[in-house]
């Protein structure tokens, strides 16, 4: 099975950055998903890593460290629209290859 | 239009009574999910499809049958109602990609609140 953790809930100010951590361990590494998901809404996907490194788009950049089990999604410049939770998703090698949830981080940027 | 769409949107219903939640995608996607949130439990996975005759258990498939009638409909069913499948139901689409696993993001419709009392 796999075990992700991410904090439950983050504050930040608007015009700051925020760093959302995630670490997992599962058996056999096959990418990682991060999905943004407002109250009531659809998550919808913002970044994919398989590989070592740092991948940025925009405001938003999400780091991978396999050999640490972790990741963590960058936002910068927030914005109060930012405010949602941010939903780690780990899939593993072998099997379905369906990724696991964790159970979200809620960031709450305010003025 | 959206490319996943559920219906109902909300629905409140009885315990005991029989339900059925719809879901329609036109990206053409042959994998299709069915997902269930909660209050800090996050997204737990209750059926998956990978093609039409292709058809398994999630993490919490007890209490839920799925039928993929076709490659774009996956609908999902509550033979018997009880008051802890309260929850917002998510249906999913992903594409393999051509490289076959891919990348396989997942891409999901505007949910269902579903309410038994």
């Known amino acids: 099975g796999q075990n992700i953790d991410q904090p439950t809930e983050m504050t930040a100010t608007e015009g700051a950055i925020v760093q959302i951590n995630c670490t997992y361990q599962?058996?056999?590494?096959?990418?990682l998903f991060w999905y943004q998901q407002h109250a009531g809404e659809a998550p919808t996907f913002l970044s994919y890593?398989?590989?070592?490194g740092l991948e940025e788009k925009g405001r938003f950049s999400s780091f991978l460290s396999r050999s640490k089990g972790y990741s963590y999604l960058l936002l910068k410049e927030l914005q109060m629209k930012d405010s949602a939770s941010y939903l780690c998703?780990?899939?593993?090698?072998?099997?379905?290859?369906?990724?696991?949830f964790g159970r979200g981080t809620s960031l709450i940027v305010h003025p | 239009d959206a490319d996943v769409t559920q219906t109902p949107r909300n629905r409140i219903t009885k315990t005991g009574k029989r339900i059925m939640l719809e879901c329609s995608q036109t990206?053409?996607?042959?994998?299709m999910y069915w997902y269930r949130q909660d209050p800090g439990l996050g997204l737990r996975l209750i059926y998956y499809?990978?093609?039409?005759?292709?058809?398994n258990k999630g993490e919490i498939s007890d209490g839920y049958s799925v039928s993929r009638q076709a490659q774009a409909k996956f609908s999902l069913s509550l033979e018997s109602a009880i008051p802890n499948q309260t929850a917002l139901y998510f249906c999913?689409?992903?594409?393999?990609?051509?490289?076959?696993?891919?990348?396989?993001?997942?891409?999901f419709g505007p949910g269902t609140r579903l309410t038994v009392l």
């Open positions: 890593n398989v590989l070592d």
């Open positions: 998703a780990v899939r593993a090698s072998g099997g379905s290859y369906i990724p696991t």
């Open positions: 599962t058996s056999g590494f096959n990418g």
């Open positions: 990206k053409g996607h042959d994998r």
């Open positions: 999913a689409t992903s594409d393999t990609g051509t490289s076959g696993v891919g990348t396989d993001t997942q891409y």
């Open positions: 499809s990978f093609d039409v005759k292709d058809i």
